[in-house]
């Protein structure tokens, strides 16, 4: 039985396969070590788009549905639901599973080889809640399932990790800042040997950045808080907010489309004190730009981590942009970056050991690589070695070093 290794991550998914006892990563597009986890699903041409491809698709405007952040849905209702595409009704659980497919699909093409079994990461929590973390998990084993896959096993992403993390010996502690969770493992290294001491968990991710920042810098811009008049009478109240937090969110973006939200907006633009903020609300549902807003909006935050930057929304309309300072990134992610920090010295704390004895901490994840994140946790582990070489690999490698085991 060969044994695929397998990232699946909210926003990138990596792959790898065990070659002469060794890791070896297997490029799934265009010799890039990673691919999007994104979908779209043409409707002009009735076909379905992976990766960049995917992404491509939706930058040039194609008539489609763009999915990002599915990982994020699993052990919801939502995954279970029947959706109308193209001349079926198809759940999320089995898009997630043609997407898994087309990996599986393109590692054979890759390596010449067939792989009935998987190794799949997973975060240590899904969700805090114990039915809907279980519930997640039967999720993604039933879309590889789908896929085509015989044997399906999981390890928490933080530990495989922690397999991949060099020869250095001593304690080491993994930081894994995905998109949707942050996971943490302590382990102990002698030789070759990766002792785990504890592993620990946190809803806590990149996606809720993006959020974050979306709700506080572009979606004021579109009417978030902004007073609408009542219909009858003279009385003013705030817009409702529950559009402008889908619309932050990316695993909701897909789902807002349609006539009942497409006449909420006129209807608030109608009512609205401000009607020029709601006119580029329309703008953005009209013409489903919820998705590039949100690019906009991780664009943005990527060149904030390096100095004064902006968020560039010329998308919605010619010129417009929302100011994103480096010191307003660090005062917006401070909240999450301390309780990503805290949950680390809980780990710690959990393995047994004091956060001075700390020798390394591994970060892992491309949120990982803000500078307040990885200052918080520094700070936290005094004395500890950073190291950040494989952020967008050691998952995958770690999980194909570990198949040698099974």
Do not use: C
């Not at 990232?7 to 990673?34: C, H, I, K, M, Y």
């Not at 680390?344 to 704390?349: G, K, L, Q, Y």
Request: cysteine-free.
């Amino acid at each position: 039985m060969d044994w695929l290794a397998v990232d699946f991550g909210t926003s990138n998914t990596g792959v790898s396969v065990l070659q002469d006892g060794a890791p070896r990563l297997v490029a799934l597009e265009d010799g890039a070590e990673t691919m999007p986890t994104a979908v779209f699903l043409d409707f002009t041409e009735k076909r379905t788009l992976w990766g960049r491809a995917a992404v491509t698709a939706l930058i040039e405007g194609r008539e489609g549905r763009f999915m990002r952040a599915l990982k994020s849905v699993l052990g919801t209702p939502l995954m279970q639901e029947k959706r109308q595409f193209f001349q079926e009704r198809v759940t999320l659980v089995e898009i997630t599973a043609r997407f898994l497919a087309g990996v599986k699909e393109r590692a054979e093409a890759e390596t010449g080889r067939r792989f009935d079994a998987v190794l799949s990461g997973r975060p240590v929590r899904f969700h805090p809640d114990p039915d809907r973390d279980r519930r997640a998990e039967a999720d993604l084993r039933a879309a590889y399932e789908m896929a085509g896959f015989e044997r399906i096993e999981f390890l928490p992403e933080p530990e495989a990790a922690a397999l991949s993390a060099g020869e250095a010996e001593g304690v080491g502690l993994v930081v894994d800042i995905g998109g949707g969770t942050s996971d943490f493992t302590l382990f102990r290294q002698s030789g070759e040997e990766v002792a785990r001491l504890a592993s620990h968990g946190i809803r806590v991710g990149g996606t809720d950045f993006d959020r974050s920042l979306s709700l506080g810098h572009v979606m004021p811009l579109f009417g978030k808080g902004s007073l609408l008049k009542a219909e009858l009478g003279e009385k003013t109240h705030p817009a409702p907010a529950a559009l402008f937090n889908g619309l932050a969110s990316w695993e909701q973006i897909a789902f807002l489309y349609g006539p009942d939200t497409t006449r909420q907006v006129k209807q608030m633009r109608k009512l609205a004190l401000e009607p020029e903020k709601f006119a580029r609300l329309e703008e953005v549902i009209s013409m489903e730009l919820g998705h590039d807003v949100a690019f906009a909006v991780e664009d943005g935050k990527i060149a904030a981590n390096a100095g004064d930057a902006e968020i560039d929304l010329s998308v919605v309309k010619p010129g417009l942009s929302a100011p994103l300072p480096g010191e307003r990134l660090m005062l917006d992610l401070g909240p999450f970056a301390d309780e990503i920090a805290e949950a680390a010295r809980d780990t710690v704390s959990a393995g047994g050991m004091e956060t001075v004895d700390v020798g390394r901490v591994v970060f892992v994840g491309g949120s990982s690589l803000l500078g307040v994140v990885s200052g918080a946790v520094a700070r936290a582990m005094p004395g500890a070695e950073l190291v950040f070489g494989r952020a967008f690999t050691a998952i995958a490698d770690g999980l194909a070093i570990e198949t040698a085991r099974r």
